[in-house]
């Protein structure tokens, strides 16, 4: 039987670290990434990285593969996505106990990161702009991002800013920082998952959740 594992957490909790280290266990597809600024990006997610958006997508339009066993990040968690993928196993990190360290390690790895690559640019664009203004039209984000893109040296903590409508200052990426909160996981949630401490993600053992998912 094919098997689908998501890996499942909130921003900053470097979910796409852990399932690529995962999906380099012979028991799944293997994923491509780059390692930048401290982060991990996926580069062959299976879903082209719908479910790391910062708005949920049309989950019935997504098909699980049936010929290979895949691992994918994802932004939501079981009880947003049990409904579209009954059949899937998850894996849920738990938000971390120092929430200052955790934002300041996510100030140095996000808000100050810069890349060249225009997908991902354009891709950052939407999700901010869409975040802030969830109405926002295909022609509002399109202004927005060619906007962001005559901007030299632009960081994403610098498009965050300019999507909420306020100046790319020092002062207010970090009252944007500091407004970012990461609720608990559910019970629900955890009744259905692998939890894993966001503390303990360097020390996952692959074997266990290999063992997860062939229970």
């Not at 960081?155 to 009252?175: H, M, S, V, W």
Request: some cysteine; charged content about 25%.
């Amino acid at each position: 039987m094919i098997k689908t594992l998501f890996v499942c957490y909130w921003h900053g909790c470097r979910g796409e670290g852990l399932t690529y280290k995962i999906s380099q266990h012979s028991f799944f597809k293997t994923l491509e990434a780059d390692v930048v600024n401290n982060r991990t990006i996926i580069k062959n997610d299976f879903f082209n990285k719908q479910l790391l958006n910062s708005w949920i997508p049309d989950m019935t339009s997504m098909n699980l593969p049936t010929d290979n066993n895949i691992v994918v990040p994802s932004h939501f968690f079981y009880d947003v996505m049990n409904e579209h993928f009954p059949e899937a196993y998850f894996i849920s990190i738990d938000i971390p106990k120092d929430l200052e360290t955790f934002k300041q390690k996510l100030f140095d790895r996000f808000y100050t990161y810069k890349t060249d690559n225009m997908l991902e640019l354009a891709g950052e664009c939407e999700n901010r702009f869409r975040e802030y203004k969830p109405q926002a039209s295909v022609e509002d984000i399109m202004q927005f991002t060619a906007k962001i893109f005559k901007i030299k040296d632009v960081t994403f903590g610098d498009i965050r800013c300019l999507a909420k409508g306020l100046e790319p200052t020092e002062d207010n990426k970090r009252i944007l920082l500091n407004s970012y909160t990461l609720d608990p996981l559910s019970a629900e949630t955890k009744q259905n998952s692998f939890v894993i401490a966001y503390e303990d993600i360097d020390k996952t053992n692959v074997e266990n959740i290999i063992d997860y998912v062939n229970k």
